[in-house]
């Protein structure tokens, strides 16, 4: 008996969508000139959060939504390719990442028989304060046009509704 695919099941629903798919002619810059950073968190649909369609915005996501250096770069090229003019970083209430210390992780990954100090976690202690410091690293950045802008929001995963904390600034301030 062939060993069942694990991946079956969403193949199947992907037989189904490309279907009816119908090829938008969108071409891969984005539309509607945002880039979203959030989180991993599976509760999150950043698309259907802020009423947006497939082709209108950049959507990163890592845990804790945090610039990373791989999230500016990936910002910049975008910025000066792909047609992004404004930046969202938006981590959410209830995050994993806000729960425990770098510490603590590596202690209980090290009880399930993986030492992972190597590894930089990057959890958050102070989530507004993170937030202010991501926001500023992408302000900051050299390679940004000046007509990049960017904020810091909040998603709560309770309600829905997403919380202006750090208001919109352009970027480009090493410019
Ligand atoms: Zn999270």
Redesign the pocket.
């Known amino acids: 008996m062939a060993p069942v695919d694990p991946f079956a099941d969403v193949l199947a629903a992907n037989a189904d969508y490309s279907r009816t798919f119908s090829d938008s002619g969108l071409s891969g810059t984005a539309a509607r000139g945002l880039l979203v950073l959030t ?3 599976s509760r ?1 649909a950043p698309l259907e959060a802020l009423g947006l369609r497939a082709g209108d915005a950049k959507i990163l996501r890592n ?3 945090q610039v990373t250096p791989d999230v500016l770069t990936t910002i910049v090229l975008a910025a000066h390719l792909l047609g992004v003019r404004r930046v969202m970083v938006m ?2 209430t ?5 729960k425990a210390t770098d510490a603590e992780l590596h202690q209980r990954l090290l009880e399930e028989g993986v030492d992972t100090r190597s590894l930089s976690f990057g959890t958050i202690a102070y989530p507004d304060d993170a937030l202010h410091r991501d926001v500023q690293r992408v302000r900051s950045s050299p390679y940004l046009p000046a007509a990049v802008v960017v904020g810091g929001f909040r998603y709560d995963v309770s309600t829905g509704r997403i919380a202006t904390v750090v208001p919109a600034e352009p970027a480009g301030r090493g410019n």
Request: one cysteine or more.
């Open positions: 989180c991993m968190d999150i845990a804790g939504g981590p959410h209830d995050c994993r990442m806000t």
